[in-house]
C-alpha cells in the first residue's frame, strides 16, 4: 500500500460533529409543535375556514369593498375582544362589556347636545365617558373583590343600571331612545378627523410590485426561520447548497412572476410548475447551504430510521387504514362529479329516486344505532340484568331515531349541486388529513414510508386542484382554489425531502430559537402587508380605472376607516403587555390560581380591579368611535353584544376556567364574527339569521380543535 504524501492536497474532510445538547432535561419540540401549542391556533384555522367558506359561496366575498367592510365591522369587536380576553384570562366576566359601548355613546351624545341647555364642546363629553368608563369598571371589580360573588352576577347588575340609565336620560332630555346630531356638535369634526378618520383608497401605481416583493421575502423569511429552528447549524457555507438555492429562487421568481402576467386560466400550469419545482429547489438548497444534512452528521439523530426499508411488516396496522381510507376518500372525492349534475338545483331528497328514501332512512338509523352501541360497549359489558338493560336499548333506539332525522333533513335542505361540493371538499380534505396523520405516524419508524406518504398526499393535492380547475366554471375556483392547493403540496413536498436528507436538532438552542422566531414573525408580517395592499386595491387598479372611464362608469372608491387602526393597536398592545411584561404574568397567575398568586406576593385585587376598568375603557373607545362615525346612537346600541365578545375570546383560545388564553386569538375570534355578519350578506338566497347557527358552529369546532392540539402537544412534551 502507498501512502500519501505529506504534501499531498487531496484530503477527506472531518466529519461534521452533532453540538451536544447543553442540557439533555431541555426539550426541543420543533416549530409545529410550538405553533400545536399556541391557543390561537384553533381561531386561526377557523378563519381560514370561514374565509374559504364564505369566499367560495360569495360572488363577491373577497374583493376589496367586501374586506374593508368586514374589517369595519370587525374593529370594535376586536377592541372588545382583546379586553374581554385579558378579563377571561384572569379568571372573570363582564357582562356588562356590550351596554358600555352603548352606554359611553349615548353619554357622549347627551353631554355634547344637553349638558347646560345648549351641550358642550364634545371633547368635554368624550373626557366625561371615559372617566364614567373607568369608575364603571373600578366599581365591578371593587365589588367582585369585596363581596366574593361570581363576577356575572355584579357586572350583570351594572349591565342592567346602565340600561335603564341611558332610557330614562335619553327620553328625559332627548324625547326619544336614540340622539342624533351628533357629527354637527362643536369640537365633532376635529375629533373626527383625529381618531375616527377615513380614508380613500384610490389608483395606486406600486400595488403589484410592492406585493410581488412582499410576498417573495416574507415566504423566504419565514422558510429560513423555519429551518433555524429545525436543524443543526453548519459551522460554515456550503457553496454548491448556494448555488443551488439562488437557481431555484430564480426560477421560482420567473414562474411566479408569468402567473402574475397571465389571465389565470390559460398558461398558468407551465408558470406554476416552474415556480413550485424552482420554490422546492430553493428550500433545499437554502438547507444544505446553512444546516447540515444526515449523511455529513457523525451520527443518525434519530437511530432506528430504516431509510430503505419500504416492507409493510414494518408499518403498523393503523397506519395502513388511515392511508387506505385516505386514497379511497380522494378517489370518491376525484369521482364525485360522475353522479351528480353541477347545474342540478333540486333538493337532494326531491332528487333521489322515491324507493332509496326509505333505504337511505333506514340506514341512517341502523348507524346511529351500531354508533351508540359502539360507544356504550364498555358499559354494557358489566350490565348483566335484564332492568339495566332496557334503558341502553331505548337510548339506542333514540340515537337511531334522531341520525335518521338529521340525515333526512340534510337531504332536504341540500341540493345536489351543494352536495356536490361539499362531498368533494370532505372527502377531499379528509383524504388528505388521513394521508398526513399516516405520515406523521410512521415518522419515526422509517424515513422511507414518510417520504412516500407525503409524496402520495402532496400528489393527492395536485389531482384535486386540476380537478377543480377542470370542473369548475367560476374563475375562483379555476385560479385560486387549485393554486391554493398546488403550493400546499410543493409545500409538503419540500418538507418531505428536507425530513428525509437534513440532519434535524432534538435539543433547544436559544439563540438560534429566538432568530428563528424573529424571520418567522418578520416574513408573516411581510405576507400580510403585501397580500393587504394587493387585495384592498384590487377594484381600485390603474387598469380597471381607466376601462371604467371609457364606459362611462363610476370609479369605485374603498374606504378605510381609522377605526380598524385602533384595533391593530390595541391588540398589540394587550398582546405585548400579556406576553412580555409581568402584568400580564400576573393576569394569567391570578387567572391560575388566585390563591397560590397571592401567596407569592401578587396583587390579585389590583390585577383584577385593572381588568374590568380595561374592559371599560375599551367600551368607552368602541362607543367614541361609533358615535363619531355615525353621528346617531341608539339608547340600547351593544345590547347583547357581550355575548359575541365572549364567543370571540373562547374561539380565540380562552378557557372559561381562566389561566389561558390569547389576545391574538380573540381578534381572531372577532375576524370570524365580522366575517360572518358580512358574508352571509354576499350569499344570494342565504337567510342572513343563519349566521347565529354559524357561529354556533364555528364556536364548538374551535374548542374541540384547541381542546384536542392542547392534549396532542402536551402529551408530545
Known sequence: MIAPSEHSTETNPPPVETPRPPDERIAHGGPLRRWLMSPEIGALIGAIVVWLFLWGNGETFGTAGTTLNWLDVAAPYGIMATAVALLMIGGEFDLSSGVMIGGAAMSIGLIARFFTGNGVHIGWAILAAFAGAIAIGWFNGFMVNKTGLPSFIITLASFFVMRGLMLVLSKRLAQTVYVDQIKDQRGAAGFSNWIAHEWILREFRGRDPIYIVAAIAGVALFTIGLLEQSFVRRSQIHLPGLVIAVSGTAAAIAGFMGLLNTDGVSKNVLFGVLAAVGAIVAVVGAAMTRWVRRSDASSDPAPGFAASHLSRSSLPVTVWTKAGLGVLGIAMALAIHLPFDRNERRAVLTWIAPGIRPVIAVSAAIAGILLSVRSMLPGLRQKKSLTSMVPVGLFTLYAGLVMMTMVVSILQLSTVQALRAMGMLLLGSGGIALLLLARAEVAHTSRAWQMLLSLAAATSMVLLGFASRGDASATRFRTVLPTGLFIAAAALFANAVLEYTMHKRNYADARADRFGRILQIVGALSVVVGISIRLLYSNASVERAAKLREAGEPVPQNVLRETVLWWILVAALGAYVLVKTHWGNWVFATGGNKDAARAIGIPVNRVKIALFMVVSLCGALSGTLIALRYGTVQADQGTGLEFEFIIAAVVGGC???????????????????????????????????????????VLLVAVLVNTYTRRKAQEAR
Open 655 to 697: 378557557l372559561m376556567t381562566g389561566g389561558y388564553g390569547s389576545v391574538i386569538g380573540a381578534s381572531l375570534g372577532a375576524a370570524i364574527l365580522a366575517m360572518s355578519t358580512t358574508g352571509f350578506q354576499t350569499v344570494s338566497g342565504w337567510n342572513g339569521d343563519g349566521r347565529y347557527a354559524f357561529l354556533g358552529g
